[in-house]
Nanobody, 124 residues
């Protein structure tokens, strides 16, 4: 059974940083694209960042470039999202996702597996 488990969310003041982790288990994700999405109350789920499991390619939402960084540790089957200079607008539930054949990294419906989400709250 495939599992994605996020951790690292919490409450932080505006301008602060958080690092989210997503631990994958149940299969080898060597050929999967790993992505982060977020959903704020009353809003649609939106793409944050994605990382090819091999090759090191990354892709970011334009509005988040320069503040967020996605990385991965293959040995630990874990993907990270480093979030800096956080703003109140970054408040959302953050989800990790994995897809075996992702033709559009920004499209949530291209991902096969999802974690349960971790809450990030940024106080202004």
């Amino acid at each position: 059974q495939v599992q994605l488990v996020e951790s690292g969310g919490g409450l932080v003041q505006a301008g602060g940083s958080l690092r989210l982790s997503c631990a994958a288990s149940g299969r080898t994700f060597s050929s999967y694209v790993m992505g982060w999405f977020r959903q704020a109350p009353g809003k649609e789920r939106e793409f944050v960042a994605a990382h090819s499991w091999s090759g090191g390619r990354t892709y970011y939402a334009d509005s988040l470039k320069g503040r967020f960084t996605i990385s991965r540790d293959n040995a630990k089957n874990t993907v990270y999202l480093q979030m800096n200079s956080l703003k109140a607008d970054d408040t959302a539930v953050y989800y990790c996702a994995a897809g075996s054949y992702v033709t559009d990294w920004r499209a949530a419906d291209k991902y096969d597996y999802w974690g349960q989400g971790t809450q990030v709250t940024v106080s202004s």
